[in-house]
């Protein structure tokens, strides 16, 4: 990470639930990378797989680069990342990195930007699937890339954030912007939480840089993607535009 010009302390915020198969793998790609600074940050929803024990042993075989947070009910990967980031800001971090444990984002990715919040004095850094260079996992029905281009299509076409990937899960964000866009306060929940942080940002002028990466289909375990989850991401943009989620 050769543009900090200073240690900086990074937090990889992970959203769990019945990942306990991937979380292991995910870790261990992170801490590989040999990023100084890295700190991962396991956010369990009380998963009935044992998940959260997982996170546990690999909390204490890391020596504390891995950190949990035990929450006692499932209710959103939205709500599951303010809790995380919040608990990430309270300890300090410089740079929150949004990654979801299915191993869908590319760990490899992470570096790369890192490095570009730094060179372009960017406030979030989003990896992208639609910015030149990104692409969609081969394994993806075409409806499953339709539907998820033509979010993107909507969300824009309501919102006009700007941002080719309004959808995307896997960002790192400057602390400070963090704070200025109020994160305890953002009421979204599911896929739509992506798109009022985006939201949040181009509202208080905040400069949001894209990568592509390549988004691959899950190794283990079931999509999170339910009927309710895309019914509540089609509301969201007009709740925003209409200001009913005030930030």
């Known amino acids: 990470m050769a543009v900090a010009q200073t240690p900086v302390r990074i937090v ?13 793998v995910l870790v261990g790609l992170l801490m590989d990378l040999g990023l100084p600074g890295l700190h991962v940050l396991v956010v369990d929803d009380n998963s009935p797989d044992g998940t959260g024990e997982v996170a546990d042993r690999l909390a204490a075989e890391t020596g ?16 599951a990342y303010v809790a995380g980031m919040a608990r990430a800001l309270a300890e300090g971090a410089d740079v929150v990195i949004q990654m979801d444990a299915d191993l869908s984002h590319p760990v490899s990715r992470v570096p790369v930007m890192v490095d570009t919040l730094f060179a372009e004095d960017a406030a979030v850094v989003i990896g ?3 910015v030149e260079g990104g692409s969609l996992a081969t394994e993806w029905p075409w409806h499953r890339k339709a539907l998820s281009a033509w979010a ?5 076409a309501i919102l006009r954030l700007g941002v080719k990937d309004a959808t995307a899960g896997f960002k790192a964000w400057r602390a400070s912007a963090l704070k200025a866009i109020d994160v305890p306060s953002v009421r979204s929940n599911g896929y739509s939480f992506q798109v009022e942080m985006n939201h ?8 949001i840089v894209e990568v592509p990466i390549r988004f691959e289909e899950r190794v283990s375990g079931e999509s999170k ?23």
């Open 128 to 130: 992208s699937r639609y």
């Open 152 to 156: 993107n299509f909507y969300v824009n």
């Open 200 to 207: 949040r940002a181009v509202r208080r002028g905040l400069r």
């Open 64 to 79: 504390g680069v891995v950190g949990v947070l035990h929450r006692t009910e499932k209710d959103g990967i939205g709500r």
């Open 12 to 24: 990889v915020v992970v959203p769990t639930y019945d990942e306990r198969t991937n979380l292991p």
């Open 225 to 247: 993607l339910g009927l309710r989850v895309q019914i509540e991401s089609a509301i969201a943009p007009w709740k925003l535009l209409l200001g009913r989620n005030r930030d």
